[in-house]
């Protein structure tokens, strides 16, 4: 019978030959500041999309996050977060999570409250203040979003500079009007007319706004929420999945269209 060699972790060999052991309680430190967010703090997940941790070995979870690293292994919120992670962290962080008792399937932690309130207040009416600065389509949803940008955020964009203190961004979500044959009627600029809205997305910063979050998400002040179509706020959403994806944007004032933000401010629509 062929055996396959285990392939060990770089992280845990250079540890090895440095004589250095993981350090578990340096290790917790770090799950409850930054990890708890989904993995809860014992390594027993916050969602059922999320897999507890608590009692994985070591190994196992050194690999998946040097995975999330490199690259190899994907996904959004893991491949913001690890490459922040020394080798130390990811073995302290392991070792942790590894001396943790197996949680069962249906398990669940609750977010902490820092990861789930935020500052940003339903939208006002966007026809005051604020410029549609952008329309974009969504065909394999059959919908369209109109991009807001208030004042502040519009200065600063018509001068490239980053968005301060007091820049808004909010993001209305409308279904896409259907012909007859259930294909989006399109406008004369070619972007899909809306019909029924369907909810408001909103970024907003402050002074202070970001001091309770953990440096590896925080976004300097930005804070994020969604609001229902009648502008009530959404109170089942942990918004760590927003930092995080907005985190690699940080040059671009973590937006995602900060450039169409400038076009629009520069060609006078401020």
């Known amino acids: 019978m062929k055996l396959f060699p285990m392939v060990a972790s770089a992280v845990l060999v250079a540890a090895a030959a440095q004589g250095a052991q993981p350090d578990p309680a340096a290790g917790k430190l770090l799950a409850a500041e930054v990890c708890v967010a989904c993995h809860g703090a014992n390594g027993v997940s916050v969602s059922a999309d999320i897999p507890h941790l608590a009692g994985q070995r070591a190994a196992y979870l050194v690999r998946q996050l040097e995975a999330f690293k490199a690259g190899t292994r994907k996904n959004d919120l893991m ?19 590894a ?3 197996g949680a069962a399937v249906d398990a669940k932690s609750t977010v902490p409250a820092r990861f789930v309130a ?11 203040g604020f410029v549609r600065y952008l329309t974009r389509n969504f065909p394999e949803q059959n919908s369209v979003s109109y991009y807001y940008a208030n004042a502040v955020a519009m200065a600063a964009a018509a001068r490239a500079e980053p968005l301060p203190d007091g820049a808004q961004i909010y993001v209305e979500n ?11 009627v399109t406008g004369a600029d ?11 997305t909103g970024m907003a910063r402050a002074a202070g706004w970001g001091e309770l979050l953990p440096a590896m998400v ?3 002040n930005w804070n994020y929420a969604v609001f229902k179509a009648d502008r009530s706020v959404r109170t089942d959403l942990n918004y760590t999945e ?29």
Not at 82 to 92: E, F, G, H, I, R
Not at 119 to 128: I, M, R
Not at 177 to 183: E, F, I, N, P, Q
Request: charged share 20%.
């Open 79 to 97: 491949g913001a977060i690890a490459p922040q992670l020394s080798a130390t962290q990811m073995a302290d962080v392991a070792a942790y999570f």
């Open 218 to 220: 925080r976004n300097e």
């Open 174 to 184: 409308y279904s896409a009007r259907l012909d007859a044959a259930g294909k989006p």
């Open 190 to 200: 070619g972007s899909f007319v809306g019909d029924q809205l369907r909810s408001y």
């Open 118 to 128: 935020s500052h940003v207040t339903p939208p006002p009416d966007l026809g005051a």
């Open 99 to 101: 001396s943790q008792t």
């Open 242 to 270: 927003c930092l995080v994806c907005h985190k690699p944007q940080a040059s671009r004032s973590f937006l995602f269209m900060y450039d169409k933000l400038v076009d629009a401010a520069r060609a006078g629509r401020h």
